[in-house]
């Protein structure tokens, strides 16, 4: 007699197939009695055994079911929504678009039509919604990249619609939208998307992914331009692309006053004052000076923007480019440099996080009234410090109040 294998209670895929389908199928329609979503999913499983045209019936009933419902959504239904829409969504990509591409493309652009609907009715503070939605986007365009020219028209056709939520998927898209098919859909494009701004950044979004440098540059407005950040980016491309002259021009077109940079550079007077660079213009210009082959220069504002912001990045960029035995006597001078900064919280953050404990140390015990002071670090680096360092540590432990707080606490005159 054949011995009869051991089943335990675990649930598992391979228990369960031992209570055989009709246990199953009835254990499933009972569940599904109290489960609006799992009720879905098993019709979906059976419509897709059907065929792809079943499939996609089912789901457009659901989309459309979903598309014209008014009801506000709460925070305790925001989450069973959004399973129901991944569910459909996974349908869509899994089941429906390798026996009809074309027909699964035009299906999933309707499941992304619902999301205007969808935001203004559901209670969404934590961008779940949103979130969702950006997920689902290297779905969207990796089905793009495998349909022809006659299927892709329903995906231009909702570009145009809603340039302002497509540009945003697109950047969500990652390497999922690969060149060619980027300028398939700028190709198809009709040229009034430019006169809008959601349109014109949707285009460059476009326009990078096709790798197309030209165009991205004559969709960047004057304005734009005059951004320090942006003016930056555009430097970083064209280094990339080898033109080194033109991302010199573009950084300083920042420092030229104009109405037009005014508010990003100079305040509402384009006379009055230096202009307020950003970070990414100053790594940007450091860049530009290296390919100029104007390298102490970009070793010299290396230097200057850490004795600024005590930056662990610039420093090792700065150390890595020193001489041997070079970058040993400049880190020396770069921690004597902090640990006399005025600002106390940046040079113990520098000194921590190098790591430099020792110089850390030194600093809390030659400046223990800075050190005292409450600050959301001040329990990670005791903790750090406490093994070598406890004299230090101490000092960190014993924190007085802030400035702030004494005011509050000082008794009034009667």
Do not use: C
Request: charged share 30%; no cysteine.
């Amino acid at each position: 007699m054949a011995r009869q294998p051991r089943i335990s209670a675990r649930l598992s895929a391979a228990n369960l197939v031992h209570l055989g389908a009709p246990r199953l199928a009835d254990l499933l329609i009972e569940a599904g009695a109290g489960n609006a979503n799992l009720k879905r999913r098993l019709r979906l499983e059976l419509a897709a055994e059907a065929g792809p045209d079943l499939l996609a019936l089912e789901i457009d009933k659901r989309i459309a079911a979903v598309s014209v419902a008014r009801t506000r959504v709460s925070w305790r239904k925001r989450g069973e929504l959004i399973d129901d829409l991944n569910t459909h969504r996974d349908m869509i990509v899994e089941r429906l678009a390798p026996e009809a591409p074309g027909e699964a493309l035009a299906v999933l652009i309707r499941w992304f039509d619902l999301y205007p609907g969808l935001a203004a009715r559901v209670k969404d503070t934590k961008g779940e919604l949103s979130a969702a939605f950006e997920a689902a986007a290297p779905d969207l365009f990796a089905l793009a990249e495998t349909v022809d020219d006659h299927a892709l028209r329903d995906l231009i056709d909702a570009l145009g619609r809603r340039p302002q939520d497509y540009a945003r998927w697109v950047l969500a898209a990652g390497e999922a939208l690969g060149p060619l098919t980027a300028r398939r859909l700028l190709a198809s494009l009709d040229a009034s998307a430019t006169k809008t701004p959601s349109g014109r950044n949707l285009l460059r979004r476009l326009a990078d992914k096709a790798e197309d440098l030209d165009l991205w540059l004559s969709l960047v407005t004057p304005e734009q331009a005059g951004s320090p950040d942006i003016a930056a980016d555009i430097a970083r491309r064209l280094l990339a692309a080898g033109r080194i002259a033109e991302a010199r021009t573009a950084l300083e077109g920042v420092l030229n006053p104009s109405l037009l940079n005014r508010r990003w550079t100079f305040g509402h007077n384009p006379t009055d004052g230096a202009p307020r660079l950003t970070p990414a213009w100053e790594a940007a210009s450091i860049d530009v000076l290296d390919a100029e082959g104007h390298r102490q220069e970009a070793q010299d504002l290396r230097w200057s923007l850490f004795e600024r912001d005590l930056s662990a990045p610039v420093l090792r960029d700065y150390l890595s480019r020193l001489p041997d035995f070079d970058d040993v006597e400049a880190l020396d001078l770069a921690f004597a440099h902090a640990a006399a900064h005025p600002d106390f919280e940046a040079a113990m953050r520098l000194l921590m996080d190098w790591p430099a404990h020792r110089e850390a140390a030194a600093l809390v015990l030659a400046r223990p009234r800075e050190a005292r002071l409450p600050r959301p670090q001040s329990g990670d680096w005791k903790a750090r410090l406490a093994q070598r360092y406890p004299e230090a540590a101490e000092v960190l432990t014993n924190q007085s109040p802030s400035p702030s707080l004494k005011k509050l606490r000082r008794p009034s005159g009667h």
